[in-house]
């Protein structure tokens, strides 16, 4: 099993790409990168604890391999975009991979690389060293699948599992 740390604008909408992938265990939503310990929502969310919203995706790399999770990342957010993913603003939003050790960090390296190719504008995505994970609050975890019908989750989040599901059908359950 390996696990990886990864921002990208706002957790639930990982959260919700993730849990559906065929090999995934556990997917986590989370603070991460900030200097506070147990932050809460309500902290991070001002922007001024230095944490971003993230999810820890623990996988079965023999289902689904390392490249498909992270080409994933790149392709279910905006990694150009500094500080920001659509209307959500600040560095609790920004894109960032958290490395464990030095083989970890040239595989996210060599993601960002990859990911350069599909994108007309520089990429911004951090590539760096991980710290403390916290667990978000309970009504955070598994979002989505709690509540379809909310705004957020039908305008922003439904559309992006559609374009993983598009582009990685092999790997998506049957049922989510």
Not at 75 to 90: F, S, Y
Not at 101 to 112: H, L, P, Y
Not at 124 to 148: C, L, R, S, W
Request: hydrophobic fraction near 35%; include cysteine.
């Amino acid at each position: 099993m390996t696990t990886y740390t990864l921002a990208g604008g706002c957790f639930w909408c990982l959260d919700a790409v993730y849990r559906r992938l065929d090999g995934v265990r556990n997917v986590v939503s989370g603070y991460t990168g900030g200097d506070l310990p147990t932050p809460t929502y309500d902290q991070v969310s001002l922007g001024t604890t230095g944490h971003a919203e993230s999810v820890q995706i623990t996988f079965d790399e023999t289902v689904i391999p390392t490249e498909a999770i992270l080409d994933l990342f790149f392709l279910i957010h905006d990694p150009t975009t500094l500080n920001r993913q659509g209307n959500d603003i600040g560095t609790q939003y920004r894109s960032a991979m958290f490395y464990v050790d030095d083989a970890q960090k040239e595989v996210f390296k060599a993601a960002r690389e990859r990911a350069k190719n599909h994108w007309d504008d520089p990429i911004v995505t951090e590539v760096i060293p991980a710290g403390m994970f916290y667990p978000a609050e309970d009504y955070h975890q598994d979002y989505f699948n709690k509540n379809p019908a909310a705004g957020y989750c039908s305008v922003v989040i439904a559309p992006k599992i559609v374009k993983a599901r598009n582009a990685y059908k092999k790997y998506f359950k049957e049922v989510a």
